[in-house]
Structures are given as C-alpha cells and as structure tokens.
C-alpha cells in the first residue's frame, strides 16, 4: 500500500518538502460547469444581471482564487503563476443551459499547478452563483475536474472522456 505524502511520522498532517524535486514548467487545466434556467442565461448573454457582467466578474474572481488557493487549501505550496486563461462555453438542449468553464493554470516550479486550475474553475462557478441567485436559487454547480496536466515527474495526464 502506498504511502500518504501528507502524513509526518507521527500520523499528523505535514507539508510535503519538495525541496530536491525538479523545476519544470508545469500545466493544468480544470473544468466545472453550472446549470442556468433560460431567464439566467439571456440575463447574462444580454448582460442585465443587477450585479453587473456575470462573465467578467466572475473571470476575475477565478483569477483571484487560483492565486490565493495556498491560502485556503492547507497543504498546497504557494506558486509563482506565470498564467491562468479561464473561457466560457454555453452547451444548450431544449430548457436547459450549461455553462461550460475551462481554466488554464502555468507555472514554472517544483510542483504542480492542478490545485490552482481546479480551485479556480470552482470559485469562478461559485461566483455565477452568487451573482445569478436573485433570479433563481435552483442553479446546480456541476462536476469539478481535472482534463489535463504536463510536467514534472509523473509527466502528462489526460482524463479519457
């Protein structure tokens, strides 16, 4: 059985010491989704949400999260991101509305950017959510995840779909 990275000798939680890993550049990229009602999405595609361009605002708040993910997630190291991309796509069949949200993580470091991907994709749909609610409270968060990644040690990863 492997062993937890995470945990000291001690059974307690400890950060993993990446001190003698290899820097490399380094890639992630994350989707979530959420599910709109047709009100919703022509509030945000006309832009006439009261709180303002749902898109833009909520693009920024994934940027933000993806910097500060260290700060909420207790055994990520803070890394020095050279980029985060985050695009939207509307996916639509009869009633119902899926956003689609992609982020895009790089850094150049000892460890990899995937935390930051995917906390990212989730704040970002976390903030439609917020700025949507007055209209309708049913809004679903969809699945999280991981599409991609590049660098370091274990190389590439790709979710098959």
């Known amino acids: 059985m492997a062993e937890f990275s995470h945990i000291n000798e001690q059974g307690r939680a400890k950060m993993v010491d990446i001190t003698d890993k290899q820097v490399t550049s380094r890639t992630a990229i994350a989707r979530s989704s959420i599910l709109v009602n047709q009100e919703i999405y022509t509030k945000i595609v006309d832009q006439t949400i009261g709180k303002g361009d749902v898109l833009s605002v909520a693009q920024?708040?994934?940027?933000?999260?993806?910097?500060?993910?260290s700060t909420i997630i207790p055994m990520c190291h803070p890394l020095p991101l050279s980029g985060i991309n985050i695009q939207f796509?509307?996916?639509?069949?009869?009633?119902?509305?899926?956003?689609?949200?992609?982020?895009?993580a790089k850094t150049k470091g000892?460890?990899?950017v995937e935390m930051e991907a995917l906390?990212?994709?989730?704040?970002?749909a976390l903030t439609i959510y917020d700025m949507c609610k007055a209209v309708d409270k049913g809004m679903v968060?969809?699945?999280t995840y991981l599409l991609k990644k590049t660098g370091g040690k274990s190389g590439i990863y790709k979710r098959e779909e």
Request: glycine share 8%; aromatic share 6%; proline share 0%.
């Open 119 to 124: 906390t990212a994709a989730s704040v970002t």
């Open 141 to 143: 968060i969809g699945q």
């Open 60 to 69: 920024v708040a994934g940027i933000m999260a993806a910097k500060q993910t």
């Open 110 to 112: 000892s460890t990899g």
């Open 89 to 104: 796509d509307w996916e639509n069949e009869e009633d119902t509305y899926e956003l689609v949200i992609t982020v895009e």
